[in-house]
């Protein structure tokens, strides 16, 4: 059964810490890997991985994917209040095109 | 503007009644998929659609049917089968190939 499973599924910091969260993976046909953020509603798009050891970087965030370890982590820099939020990882399949999602890591960032 | 509505925004259903939620899309997508989202839960896949007039089922697609009859709308039924149904709902589409998904702003179903 395809799976992805994300941690820590909770976690609090200050202001200017460093996070990273973390996504596993176990799909038999992996296509690609996403990352959202959700804050209240609907997630928004974040990031698209495909290939491994390759970082993407918007600003304070960067995500890298593992092929090999299957797995990918989500690092956000000098967190900000703004970045409180639920982060959702999804793995995409090649043939159904189905997405799987993880059941998110909730970041809390106190003032 | 581009984009996927859901409607409503806050539906409340007694026990025993089918209830149908809207999503429509004018990005041009041509799959759609629904999820649901229970507190604490990641997303759930319902139902999804590659192409006009057919769909799949996902992994919970028990108690809930849906329809494809036109590229941009892709409603839900919430079926009185459905034995926990109050959740939060949401759309989303996206263009075959290595795409992100866009998602709707959700509905939020509470049985009564």
């Known amino acids: 059964e395809d799976k992805v499973v994300q941690s820590p599924l909770s976690l609090v910091v200050h202001e200017g810490d460093t996070v990273t969260l973390n996504c596993s993976y176990e799909v038999t046909n992996f296509r690609s890997l996403l990352w959202y953020k959700q804050e209240k509603k609907a997630p928004t798009f974040l990031f698209m991985l495909?290939?491994?050891?390759i970082e993407k970087k918007s600003g304070r965030l960067s995500s890298i994917l593992d092929k090999k370890e299957l797995f990918s982590i989500l690092n956000i820099t000098a967190t900000q209040t703004g970045d409180s939020a639920v982060y959702l990882c999804a793995v995409q399949t090649s043939g159904t095109y189905k997405y799987i999602f993880g059941t998110g890591t909730r970041l809390k960032v106190l003032a | 503007d581009g984009g996927i509505t859901q409607s409503p925004k806050y539906l409340f259903r007694k026990e025993g009644q089918n209830v149908t939620l809207s999503c429509e899309q004018n990005?041009?997508?041509?799959?759609m998929y629904w999820y649901r989202q229970d507190p604490g839960q990641g997303l759930r896949l319902i139902y999804y659609s590659q192409i006009v007039n057919d769909f799949q089922k996902g992994d919970i697609a028990e108690g809930y049917s849906v329809s494809r009859e036109k590229k941009e709308s892709f409603p839900l039924t919430v079926t009185s089968a459905q034995k926990n149904p109050t959740a939060f709902y949401l759309c989303?589409?996206?263009?075959?190939?290595?795409?992100?998904?866009?998602f709707g702003p959700g509905t939020r179903l509470t049985v009564l």
């Open positions: 495909t290939s491994s050891g």
């Open positions: 989303a589409s996206n263009n075959a190939g290595y795409n992100e998904q866009f």
């Open positions: 990005l041009n997508h041509d799959a």
